[in-house]
T-cell receptor, first 114, second 113 residues
C-alpha cells in the first residue's frame, strides 16, 4: 500500500459545527503532516507529527485541533470555523521527519464553511 | 516572506517541444529541492527531486537543474505531452527546519496538441 487516504473528500459545515478530517497510511511512515491549500496558492504547512507526537505547529488557530491516535492515523478536529477557513486540506506522510523527500500526499478534503 | 518563488503563473507549450519551469529560492540552508505535479481536486504527486550537492538529476523525460550560486532551479520536460498539463509546484526543505516542505506558488503548464 503506497497511498495516503483522506476522508471525507468533500465537507460542508456551518460555523457552529464540529467535524473531523481523517488521514490514514499503511506505509510504516512515522511522520505525518497537515497542509492547507487555498485556491491559486501553494500548500501551507499546519502541523507535523513525528512518532505520534506533535513536532511542529505553525501557529495554527486553536479551532483546528490535530490528533495522532497511532502511527497510521492522523485526524484534524474542526470547531467554530470561519468561512475563510474554506480550503483544500492535504495530509502527507514521510518515513521520518527531517527528510525533505519521500512525502506522499493524499488527495485532500475540500472543506467549505458556510 | 516567500522563500520559494515561481514567477511564471502559467506556461503554454506545443506538444513535442520542451517545457522549462523555473523556480528561485532565497534560503541558502535549503538542502533538498523537489518538483510536484498537481491536478485539480487531487493532492500533489512527487515528480523529481535533487539534493543540494548535485546540479542535475534526470528521470526519463524530466530533468531538474540546480544552480546554487544563483539560487535557481529549473524543471525541463522533453518531449512535452498533453498529459503533462497540470500545475507544477517547486518545493524546498532544510534539515534545520525539521524537513518541512516550503512550496512555491505553482506554474500551470498547458501542453497543446
Amino acid at each position: 500500500d503506497t497511498e495516503v487516504t483522506q476522508t471525507p473528500k468533500h465537507l460542508v459545515m456551518g460555523m457552529t459545527n464540529k467535524k473531523s478530517l481523517k488521514c490514514e497510511q499503511h506505509m510504516g511512515h512515522r511522520a505525518m503532516y497537515w497542509y492547507k491549500q487555498k485556491a491559486k496558492k501553494p500548500p501551507e504547512l499546519m502541523f507535523v507529527y513525528s512518532y505520534e507526537k506533535l513536532s511542529i505547529n505553525e501557529s495554527v488557530p486553536s479551532r483546528f485541533s490535530p490528533e495522532c491516535p497511532n502511527s497510521s492515523l492522523l485526524n484534524l478536529h474542526l470547531h467554530a470555523l470561519q468561512p475563510e477557513d474554506s480550503a483544500l486540506y492535504l495530509c502527507a506522510s514521510s518515513q521520518i521527519q527531517g527528510q525533505g523527500y519521500g512525502y506522499t500526499f493524499g488527495s485532500g478534503t475540500r472543506l467549505t464553511v458556510v | 516572506d516567500q522563500q520559494v518563488k515561481q514567477n511564471s503563473p502559467s506556461l503554454s507549450v506545443q506538444e513535442g517541444r520542451i517545457s522549462i519551469l523555473n523556480c528561485d529560492y532565497t534560503n541558502s540552508m535549503f538542502d533538498y529541492f523537489l518538483w510536484y505535479k498537481k491536478y485539480p481536486a487531487e493532492g500533489p504527486t512527487f515528480l523529481i527531486s535533487i539534493s543540494s550537492i548535485k546540479d542535475k538529476n534526470e528521470d526519463g523525460r524530466f530533468t531538474v537543474f540546480l544552480n546554487k550560486s544563483a539560487k535557481h532551479l529549473s524543471l525541463h520536460i522533453v518531449p512535452s505531452q498533453p498529459g503533462d498539463s497540470a500545475v507544477y509546484f517547486c518545493a524546498a526543505s532544510a534539515m534545520n527546519q525539521g524537513g518541512k516542505l516550503i512550496f512555491g506558488q505553482g506554474t500551470e503548464l498547458s501542453v497543446k496538441p
